[in-house]
C-alpha cells in the first residue's frame, strides 16, 4: 500500500509559500484584471434594446473570469493562516483578498444594479443569448436581490467599510485564537491539539482537559465578546438599512432556502429527540456516572477506542467510497496521491477542519488534525465528500458553482454516511460494532442537538444584540440555556464558553452557520436510502444532483431529483426514522452486552 503524506502540497499552486513570487505576480494580474472590469462596467449603460446586450454580455463574462481567479488567491490565503497561525505574512494575504474582495462586490453592486434597470423583455431576451442561458438563474438571482438593496453608493460604502469593520474583527478573532494555548500535563498545546484530548477514551483525562479548555477560552472571553458584539453590530445595522427585519433573511437567502422549510426541519427534529434521551441514558451507564456532561458525549463508549493510523483510514474510506461510486473512489485516491490533505498533528495549526477550492487550477486542498480516532476519519471522509462536490462542477460555468452551505454539506454528510455505516457493518464482532454504532448515532445527536443549540442561542443573542451589547456573562447564559433547551436537560454540566471556542459563530461569510450542517444531514440521508438501494447505478444520479445545487433552490432541487416536498415535515421525519434505527438497535445491542457482563 502506497504511503500518504500528512502534508499538503501547495507549491503546485503556488510555490514558495506565503513569501511566494508567483502568487505576487498572480495577485497583481488579478488586480489589473479587477481594475479592467470596473473600466467596462462604468463604460456601458444598462441596454435599452436586445441590440444593446453586447456590452453586457462582454462584463458577465469577465465577472465570472475575475471571480475564477480571485477564488483561487482566496483558497490560497486561507491555507496559507491555516497551517501555520503564526505566519504574519499569511494575514496580511487574508487582510488582501478581504480588500480584493470588497473591491469585486462594489463591481458586482453596480453590476446588479444595472440588471436591475434593464427592462424585462429585453432581460428575458438576454437570458436567452448563448453563453448567458447556463447562468441565467444566477443572474435572475442576482437581479431579484438587488430589489432589496441600498442604492450603489451606500452598498459600495458598506463593502468598503467592510474590510476594516466587519471582516477586521473576523480577522481580529483569528489573531487571538492563533497566540492561545492550553497547557496540559506540562505540555504546551494548541488549541486543536487540545480539542481531540476532549473526546479522549479516559473520562479522567476529558475531565481535566474540559477545565483546561474553559480556563484558556474564559480568560479570553472578554476579547472575544468584542469580537462577536462587532460582527453582529455590523450585521443588524446594515440589515436595519436595507429595511430587514430579521437577522435569519441572509442566511436562508444565501441557502436558497424558504423559512417555512428550516422551520418543518426543526419541528421534525423536536418530535424525535426523546429517542435520543434514552440513548444518553444508556452510555451514562457504560461511561459510568449518573448523568453525562458536554465532554462525555462524543467520548468513545470505551476506553479501548478503536484507532487507525491515517493510512489504513486513507485505504478504508476509498475502498467503501468505491461500492457507491467509482468515481468517488477515484478522485479520492488521487486527492491522497497528489497530497491535497493537511492532516499532520502539531501545534501551530488552525482549530477544526475544513475544505477549500481552486477553481482556476481545478484542485481542492482539506485541512484537518489527524490523530487516529474513528472520529477523524468520519471528518476526513466529510472533507473529501465536499472536494468531490466540487470536483464535478469544475468544467461548469463558474458562477454556476456558487452553491450554499447547505447543499455543500449535503455532499459531505453523504460521504461520512458511507463511511460510518461501513464501519459498522464490516464487523462482527459485538463490542466492536457496538462502539462503532454509538459513535455514528452521537454524530446524529450533534446535527439534532449541538447544532440546534448553536442556532437557538445564535438567534436569541440577535434578537438581544438590537438593543445593546450583549455582556460575557449574558452570552454564557444564553450558551447554556440553548444547549439545556437543545439537550432536553439531559446533560450534568454545559459549554458556557461554546460562543467563544466555536469558530462558526466569528467567520463573516455566512451568518448562522449551523443549520445548514443539519440540512445536509438529513437530505444526506434521503440520498444515502437510494445509494443502497441502487448501487453504483446511482452515481450519476448523484452526479446531476450535484451538479444542480448552484442553480436551484433547495425546494426545487428536492423536487426535480426526490419528488420530496421540503416545506412539508414527512421528508424530514422520514430521514429522522432511519437515525431512530441507529438508536433501537444501540439500546438494543447495549442491553445484550450488558447481560453478557453481568452489568
Known amino acids: 500500500m502506497k504511503e500518504y503524506k500528512l502534508t499538503w502540497d501547495l507549491d503546485s499552486i503556488f510555490s514558495g509559500g506565503s513569501h511566494s513570487k508567483e502568487l505576487e505576480e498572480y495577485v497583481k494580474d488579478l488586480n489589473e484584471r479587477i481594475e479592467n472590469l470596473q473600466e467596462r462596467v462604468s463604460r456601458f449603460s444598462y441596454p435599452k434594446s436586445p441590440e444593446q446586450t453586447k456590452d453586457l454580455k462582454e462584463v458577465i463574462n469577465h465577472s465570472q473570469d475575475v471571480v475564477k481567479r480571485l477564488g483561487e488567491f482566496g483558497a490560497f490565503a486561507s491555507c496559507l493562516s491555516a497551517q501555520n497561525v503564526g505566519d504574519k505574512q499569511a494575514q496580511k494575504w487574508v ?118 479548555w474553559q480556563e484558556a477560552w474564559g480568560s479570553q472571553t472578554d476579547l ?24 435569519l433573511k441572509e442566511p436562508l437567502d444565501y441557502n436558497r432556502m424558504s423559512e417555512k422549510t428550516l422551520q418543518a426541519m426543526w419541528t421534525a427534529i423536536n418530535k424525535y429527540k426523546s429517542d435520543y434521551l434514552e440513548f444518553f441514558k444508556e452510555k451514562a451507564k457504560w461511561i459510568g456516572v449518573e448523568k453525562l456532561s458536554f465532554f462525555d458525549i462524543h467520548a468513545p463508549i470505551a476506553k479501548s477506542e478503536e484507532m487507525m493510523d491515517y493510512q489504513t483510514g486513507a485505504q478504508f474510506i476509498i475502498d467503501h467510497f468505491r461500492s457507491f461510486s467509482p468515481k468517488l473512489a477515484d478522485f479520492t485516491k488521487l486527492a491522497f496521491e497528489k497530497s491535497w490533505i493537511e492532516a499532520e498533528d502539531r501545534p501551530g495549526k488552525r482549530p477544526g477542519g475544513f475544505c477549500t477550492s481552486f477553481p482556476h487550477s481545478k484542485e481542492t486542498r482539506i485541512f484537518m488534525t489527524y490523530s487516529g480516532t474513528l472520529s477523524n476519519v468520519a471528518t476526513l471522509a466529510h472533507e473529501l465528500g465536499h472536494a468531490y462536490h466540487q470536483h464535478v462542477m469544475n468544467d461548469m460555468a463558474i458562477f454556476n458553482q456558487g452553491y450554499a452551505m447547505n447543499v455543500a454539506e449535503t455532499a459531505s454528510t453523504f460521504a461520512e454516511t458511507i463511511v460510518s455505516d461501513a464501519a459498522v457493518k464490516s464487523t462482527s464482532n459485538d463490542k466492536e460494532r457496538f462502539v462503532l454504532l454509538e459513535d455514528k448515532v452521537q454524530r446524529s445527536v450533534s446535527f439534532f442537538m449541538n447544532i440546534h443549540a448553536r442556532f437557538l442561542f445564535e438567534t436569541r443573542f440577535y434578537e438581544e444584540r438590537k438593543e445593546g451589547a450583549v455582556s460575557t456573562e449574558r452570552l454564557n447564559e444564553l450558551m447554556i440555556e440553548a444547549q439545556d433547551e437543545a439537550y432536553r436537560g439531559a446533560l450534568e454540566e454545559y459549554d458556557p464558553t461554546f460562543w467563544a471556542s466555536k469558530l462558526h459563530f466569528h467567520i463573516t461569510g455566512v451568518p448562522f452557520y449551523n443549520f445548514p450542517y443539519t440540512f445536509g444531514y438529513l437530505f444526506s440521508l434521503g440520498l444515502y436510502a437510494i445509494a ?68
Not at 472575544?224 to 437577522?247: C, D, I, M, V
Request: net charge negative.
Open 532 to 599: 443502497v438501494k441502487e448501487g453504483t447505478a446511482f452515481e450519476d444520479s448523484y452526479i446531476s444532483l450535484l451538479q444542480d445545487t448552484g442553480r436551484m433552490t433547495v425546494e426545487e432541487l428536492a423536487d426535480k431529483h426526490l419528488g420530496a416536498d421540503l416545506t412539508q415535515t414527512e421528508f424530514w421525519e422520514e430521514a429522522l426514522k432511519l437515525c431512530i434505527k441507529d438508536v433501537e438497535e444501540f439500546m438494543e445491542l447495549s442491553e445484550k452486552l450488558r447481560s453478557e457482563e453481568g452489568l
Open 224 to 247: 472575544f465578546t468584542e469580537t462577536l458584539n462587532h460582527l453582529a453590530g455590523f450585521r443588524l445595522q446594515t440589515y436595519k438599512h436595507r429595511g430587514w427585519e430579521s437577522p
Open 95 to 212: 487582510t488582501r483578498r478581504s480588500e480584493m474582495t470588497a473591491r469585486y462586490k462594489n463591481i458586482q453592486t453596480e453590476i446588479d444594479q444595472k440588471l436591475l434597470k434593464t427592462e424585462e423583455n429585453i432581460w428575458k431576451t438576454l437570458l436567452n443569448e448563448p453563453n448567458i442561458s447556463e447562468v441565467a438563474f444566477v443572474l435572475d438571482e442576482r437581479r431579484e436581490k438587488a430589489k432589496e438593496k441600498l442604492s450603489l453608493e451606500q452598498e459600495s460604502m458598506i463593502n468598503n467599510l467592510a474590510v476594516d469593520g466587519y471582516h477586521g474583527w473576523g480577522q481580529m478573532y483569528d489573531a487571538i485564537v492563533g497566540r492561545m494555548s492550553v497547557h496540559y500535563n506540562g505540555e504546551e498545546m494548541s488549541v486543536g491539539q487540545a480539542s481531540n484530548k476532549l473526546n479522549d477514551g479516559d473520562r479522567e483525562v476529558r475531565k481535566e482537559m474540559f477545565e483546561k
